[in-house]
């Protein structure tokens, strides 16, 4: 199978999670006037583990991309803000009776992040030209929030 890389759009993106990047006007100023505040742009869901901070640090990818793995974590979001200057893939599918559907590749921009919802299959990480880092939000606590899941290979391409 083959799939298109899609622009990402808050609408588009919606099924899956939120689009984390500044709105076009600040929700307030902050700072003495010095600082944009851009607030609550995702939340967390969490259960009832707690909201971790970390850092992951992935190979690239070059187009065209084929994986074979989705997973997804059904207690709690996941959220990918990258540290790097270079645009990512985030690979998601929806499910479709405890199975990935057909997966989507939507082009996230150099700068945007993305916050999965908890139980939303995705890919791994795919930074574009070069290995990247990325700041993650995600859960930890008790009880299973990893399912990974073997497909037939999907081929991205441009």
């Given at each position: 199978m083959q799939i298109a890389i899609e622009p990402l759009t808050a609408d588009a993106f919606a099924p899956f999670g939120e689009v984390l990047a500044p709105r076009t006007e600040p929700s307030r100023m902050i700072n003495a006037g010095r600082c944009e505040r851009h607030h609550a742009l995702a939340t967390v869901e969490r259960g009832e583990g707690e909201a971790i901070l970390s850092i992951f640090?992935?190979?690239?990818v070059d187009l065209p991309y084929s994986f074979d793995l989705l997973e997804r974590h059904p207690l709690g979001s996941q959220a990918f803000m990258p540290l790097s200057d270079r645009p990512w893939l985030s690979i998601v599918a929806p499910d479709a009776d405890g199975r990935p559907g057909t997966p989507?590749?939507?082009?996230v921009p150099a700068h945007t992040g993305v916050n999965l919802w908890a139980g939303t299959w995705h890919?791994?990480?795919?930074?574009?030209?070069?290995?990247?880092?990325?700041?993650?939000?995600?859960?930890?606590?008790?009880g299973e929030n990893l399912e990974e899941i073997s497909i037939p290979p999907v081929t991205v391409c441009a």
């Open positions: 640090r992935s190979q690239g989507r590749a939507f082009l890919g791994v990480l795919t930074p574009l030209g070069g290995a990247a880092e990325f700041f993650v939000v995600d859960r930890e606590g008790n």
